[in-house]
T-cell receptor, first 112, second 114 residues
Framework: QQQVKQSPQSLIVQKGGISIINCAYE??????FPWYQQFPGKGPALLIA?????SEKKEGRFTISFNKSAKQFSLHIMDSQPGDSATYFC???????????FGSGTKLNVKP | EAGVTQSPTHLIKTRGQQATLRCSPI?????VYWYQQALGLGLQFLLW???????NRGNFPPRFSGRQFPNYSSELNVNALELEDSALYLC?????????????FGPGTRLTVL
């Protein structure tokens, strides 16, 4: 059973557009939701993270929107750039368990 | 500051053999995590070591095992290799326990089982 479901599997966006990636989870005990960015040949790197006590977190062009009642969270990339082309993973974990459940990933391609 | 390093970069084995993958964490980090990244399946948590002890384990059979050495480096062993073990194996390290300790990932070891 997949704990975190991510969609879409792939996404093509024009330069300057908004990229939106969605994730849903089942376990209400999750209380930490990070997003990771992975470039080819590299390991994932933490992009932005949120806890369920806030509904939105913004860092530069990247925003996480969190809907606790729907058990969903999403990543919005504003003014998408070709350099944003990468695979994005959402994840969820519980405090002190240090065990992350990852989504299956979204391959983003930003066209110039 | 050097990041997490993994060796080898690529590893080719045949079914039934054993594979050993190695990871060196960032200096000062005591926790090491192993993940399996199979095609289309995202990252699956394998093992977590902290201060030389196994702290948590994912839903993998016992033929996946590992250890952490006194210098905090770690080794992942996969015995009796099966074709479906072919994947990218990622190692990550963090300062210690606690959710707020960001996990830094290495570039991975690509294991191919023929």
């Amino acid at each position: 059973q997949q704990q975190v479901k991510q969609s879409p599997q792939s996404l093509i966006v024009q330069k300057g557009g908004i990229s939106i990636i969605n994730c849903a989870y089942e376990n209400t005990a999750f209380d930490y939701f990070p997003w990771y960015q992975q470039f080819p040949g590299k390991g994932p790197a933490l992009l932005i993270a949120i806890r369920p006590d806030v509904s939105e977190k913004k860092e530069g062009r990247f925003t996480i929107s969190f809907n606790k009642s729907a058990k969903q969270f999403s990543l919005h990339i504003m003014d998408s750039q070709p350099g944003d082309s990468a695979t994005y993973f959402c994840a969820a974990s519980m405090v002190n368990f240090n065990k992350f459940y990852f989504g299956s990933g979204t391959k983003l391609n930003v066209k110039p | 500051e050097a990041g997490v390093t993994q060796s080898p970069t690529h590893l080719i084995k045949t079914r039934g053999q054993q594979a050993t993958l190695r990871c060196s964490p960032i200096s000062g980090h005591t926790s090491v995590y192993w993940y399996q990244q199979a095609l289309g399946l995202g990252l699956q948590f394998l093992l977590w070591y902290d201060e030389g002890e196994e702290r948590n384990r994912g839903n993998f059979p016992p033929r996946f095992s590992g250890r952490q050495f006194p210098n905090y480096s770690s080794e992942l062993n996969v015995n009796a290799l099966e074709l479906e073990d072919s994947a990218l194996y990622l190692c990550a390290s963090s300062l210690g326990t606690g959710w707020y300790n960001e996990q830094f990932f290495g570039p991975g070891t690509r294991l191919t089982v023929l």
